[in-house]
């Protein structure tokens, strides 16, 4: 029988209609045709309730619970309608504290944005490949974080051993305080119907095609990218006449969805110094404080100078940009 990935159903939970547009089209580039889209963690929990999904890619910023309560959800909660669901966390949140916090919720692959396709491909090709044993517990459910198998530095820490569980499948048991281990099972595999790697139907040239179809919407996506300038440029004239959360909060949304969106079409620099500004704005912004309105004012000039002159880093207007808001950012963070 040939393998066919039409037989697999996978969900794209994002807020942002624009990358779920680009993950679709990537993914039916792939031969997956069966992709639903949902914008929030409701529908999500809502879809997988009434319809069949084998894979979910889900954003970390959802509402009106986000992504990692979406996974906590459907991992512990005892009305769970897919415990063991395969979930590719696909978010711009990419920071080291980030991608472990998604780990304890029990998520099976990471993947940042901005993305190529080859790297949504990577996290296809492991979770279909190589399937992971599934703990079972109190605390934790979800594939098992130790990927070579042996427990850090050659020892055993977990307080206690799991047992072995009899059956795995989509509807495993609730959580008990005595952690379960259930084996790997290749259930999207077989639903393929594919018996050698992933990569023997999914080939470079139509990872190569999808490439191609991604760079063939780079002007579109260079007008939702001064889109979200426009919008951080406006939160940010607001903040400063009321300092606020919500505005805040504003910003680092659109400042998020630079990083992402501008990353994803190869334009680096834009990409870089838009998550320079996320995480300014994350560990040392303060309401109020003048001279950290100036460092912000200092990135969207400098942002605005990129999209007018050097989008593509080519001249060296954007490289150097980006090294005085590197010294800017450290001056003020002493």
Known sequence: M???LDNINILLADSDPQIARVVTLNLREMGFRRVEYVRDATEALAHITTKPVDILITEWLLEPMDGIELVRHLRLSRNSPNRSIPIIML?????????????DVGITEFLVKPFTVQTLFDRLEHLVDHP??????????GPDRRRKGAPPDGMEKRVTRPREGKKFGKHLPAPEKTPQIFPADHEIKRAIGLIGPLATIITPDMLQAAQTALEGMQDETLGWVREDLKNLETAF???QKTPNVEKLNDMKAATMSIKSRAGTFGFTIPSQIARMLYLFLTTHYALARPVHNQVVHQFVESLKVIFANDIKGETGIASELVKELEEL???TAK
């Open 91 to 103: 978010t711009g949140k990419g920071e080291y504290v980030d991608v472990t916090t998604a780990r």
């Open 2 to 4: 040939k393998p066919r």
């Open 237 to 239: 004239i607001e903040i």
């Open 132 to 141: 992971r044993p599934f703990i079972l517990s109190e605390n934790f459910a």
């Open 329 to 331: 950012v450290k001056r």
